[in-house]
């Protein structure tokens, strides 16, 4: 996936690197009459010219062939929302139909046509995530690219999973799920669907984490702007635990022509490649000069960051004597604006205005946070047990 600041060449980097069928050792063998899927380009932004460059008919959610190895699949976040929500909605007109007594938020939500389901926190961007989740679990293809550009904010959007798990378990807990599933066999069927609901999240998020799978390319300006946004960037992508791959530095967004962002000048970040992307005097119009970009989108390194590389380590103490340490690598360009605040099992971590809910390993969900500091590279959390509830021998 292929993500940064608004203007900032995201959608040329992500086409150009689809359009660059990457180099492999071994040749490739297919039946003649099989067809090649090899790489499937997908676009979040209802007005994105990617159909237009490539030379194809907009026609979104469908998926459109541009060559032999090159598809595309233009997603529009009203059409999968609404869609998904008018089949989740009848199920839940059916439950209350069929129910001879009231049911806990049930009414209120068959209520909901699907032409406002868009304002319901994390809904819209959830389901935009689990299409993307089915094309890539499908089978069909060797590799998807996803240009998030036009999405606003990228971070928030990659957030909406977790959000709506969030969401959903404070409004109706599971624990409560299957008690009501339980005592009143008409819920059963509405409780199953929104148990599948909670499980499509945790696999969206699980994948968009997984560093096997998934790679991550920023795209930045090399210009100010750009050497501006550059740390406040890589403190979401650490706080979300995204497997940042590369990160490339457009020429062609710089203001006024001037590079204050040079690959051999910058820091290393571990296991990240830094790359500078040349402006061309051409307008990026047309696949062949896409391609003299010499864009090439690495494959998934397997090496996690941020969040995802958490780790708990406790002292040699025992019983309510005990202490645990989370921690996890983390970029803070203003230590000032980093929270800490619990929700239940979830740790609720905020980053730069962004909001994060980071699920707690199951020793810490009996534990109070005793103490917390910042390095200045990794957030270190310090737990104590809860004598309330941890157990006693």
């Known amino acids: 996936m292929v993500f940064g600041p608004g203007g900032s060449g995201v959608t040329a980097i992500a086409t150009a690197g689809a ?32 159909p237009d460059v490539l030379g194809v008919f907009r026609s979104p959610s469908e998926v459109v062939a541009v060559s032999a190895h090159l598809h595309l699949l233009c997603l529009e976040r009203l ?46 961007d959830a389901l935009l995530l689990r299409r993307i989740r089915d094309e890539a679990v499908s089978g069909q293809w060797q590799r998807i690219v996803v240009d998030l550009s036009g999405a606003g904010d990228p971070y928030e959007l990659l957030d909406a999973p977790s959000k709506l798990r969030h969401m959903l ?26 148990d599948t609901i909670d499980r499509d999240c945790a696999d969206v998020a699980e994948l968009l984490r997984d560093a096997d799978t998934t790679a991550a390319h ?34 062609a967004t710089a203001e006024s022509g ?5 690959p051999d000048e910058i820091d290393g970040v571990p296991g990240v490649e830094i790359r500078g992307v040349t402006a061309l005097d051409a307008p990026l119009d047309r696949p062949a000069r896409l391609k003299k970009l010499g864009v090439t989108l690495l494959a998934p390194s397997g090496r996690a960051r941020g969040s995802s ?8 103490a025992d019983g309510l004597d005990t202490t645990y340490e989370l921690s996890w690598p983390q970029t803070l360009p203003d230590p000032g604006r980093f929270m800490l605040g619990r929700s239940g099992d979830d740790l609720l971590v905020t980053v730069d205005g962004l ?16 103490d917390a500091d910042w390095d200045g590279e990794q957030v270190h959390i310090r737990f104590r047990p809860d004598p309330a509830v941890w157990p006693r021998r």
Do not use: M, N
């Not at 499937?40 to 994105?48: A, M, Q, Y």
């Not at 590389?309 to 040699?316: H, P, R, T």
């Not at 909001?355 to 005793?370: G, T």
């Open 79 to 124: 059409t999968s929302a609404t869609t998904s929500w008018a089949l989740f909605a009848e199920l839940l007109a059916d439950t209350v139909r069929r129910s001879k007594i009231s049911l806990p938020f049930v009414d209120t939500l068959a209520g909901i046509d699907q032409a406002e389901v868009t304002s319901l926190p994390g809904v819209e």
């Open 218 to 251: 920023l795209v930045v300006g090399s210009g100010h702007r750009g050497a501006r946004s550059l740390p406040h960037q890589l403190a979401s992508i650490d706080l979300l635990g995204l497997p940042l791959r590369t990160i490339y530095l457009d020429d």
């Open 309 to 316: 590389a958490l780790s708990v380590v406790g002292d040699a």
């Open 355 to 370: 909001r994060h809910c980071l699920p707690l390993p199951s020793v810490l969900r009996r534990c109070v946070v005793d």
């Open 258 to 262: 001037r590079r204050e962002l040079v």
């Open 19 to 50: 359009v660059s069928r990457p180099r492999t050792r071994r040749p490739e063998v297919r039946s003649p009459l099989a067809a090649d899927r090899h790489t499937l380009l997908i676009t979040v932004d209802r007005c994105s010219p990617v």
């Open 169 to 194: 378990d404070r409004l109706w807990p599971r624990h409560r799920r299957l008690a009501a599933a339980a005592d009143r066999p008409a819920v059963a069927q509405l409780t199953t669907a929104v």
